[in-house]
């Protein structure tokens, strides 16, 4: 699996858009940008994932590049519950699902 | 929304004792996954289980470790003879082909 790079640490106002950056420089043709966040010590949640056309759901918005060696995850209207550690995965999908390779993720702060 | 029940939410086991954790997954889903978290560190995967057999696990996942689907609902993961360093934040996923839900975790504590 790809490996990826997000910046360790990042704050939002609440109700401004939250932009989380990832690079994913040596993904492959195959493989899939998984976005998962987690609060405190809960499970980690799902939030969106994307090969290459951006992706919008109810939470967030996906936004891949081009090349596909980036991608940007936006919360549009941050509030201090998306106060959370941010985790951008990439893996492809295999016969058997996909094992989730976990880094030290982005730790979003929102504040007032 | 369907959600995936960990229990217990917490247990405590002497070392070398036997624990078994347990799960329910989404009942429509096809894969299932345990992965752990000690406490400060990432989380990482375990075992991946699809068509009642095992199709990857990490080398974390050695022989004192099992996983079984006892009947149609259940998913536990056994840990035969608990160490100090098995304490951590276990957590029970399953999925249809791409997109994960975690339960809330069992956190474990060996002493």
């Known amino acids: 699996d790809a490996k990826t790079t997000q910046p360790p640490s990042m704050d939002c106002a609440e109700g401004r858009a939250a932009n989380l950056p990832c690079n994913h420089s040596t993904i492959s043709g195959n493989e899939y940008v998984y976005w998962y966040r987690q609060i405190h010590s809960q499970g980690p949640q799902y939030i969106i994932h994307?090969?290459?056309n951006n992706e919008t759901n109810e939470m967030a918005s996906l936004i891949i590049t081009e090349d596909r060696k980036s991608s940007t995850l936006i919360l549009p209207h941050a509030t201090l519950r998306d106060t959370a550690v941010y985790y951008c995965i990439v893996t492809g999908v295999t016969g058997g699902g996909n094992k989730l390779t976990f880094g030290t993720g982005t730790q979003l702060k929102v504040e007032l | 929304e369907p959600e995936v029940t960990q229990t217990p939410s917490h247990q405590v086991t002497q070392m070398g004792q036997e624990v078994i954790l347990r799960c329910v997954p989404i009942?429509?889903?096809?894969?299932f996954y345990w992965y752990r978290q000690i406490l400060g560190q990432k989380v990482e995967f375990l075992v991946s289980?699809?068509?009642?057999?095992?199709?990857?696990k990490s080398e974390i996942f050695d022989d004192q470790f099992s996983v079984e689907r006892p009947d149609g609902s259940n998913f536990t993961l056994k840990i035969r003879s608990t160490k100090l360093e098995d304490s951590a934040m276990y957590f029970c996923a399953s999925s249809p082909p791409v997109g994960y839900t975690f339960g809330s975790g069992t956190r474990l504590t060996v002493v």
């Open positions: 289980f699809y068509n009642n057999e095992i199709s990857e």
């Open positions: 009942s429509n889903h096809l894969y």
């Open positions: 994307g090969l290459k």
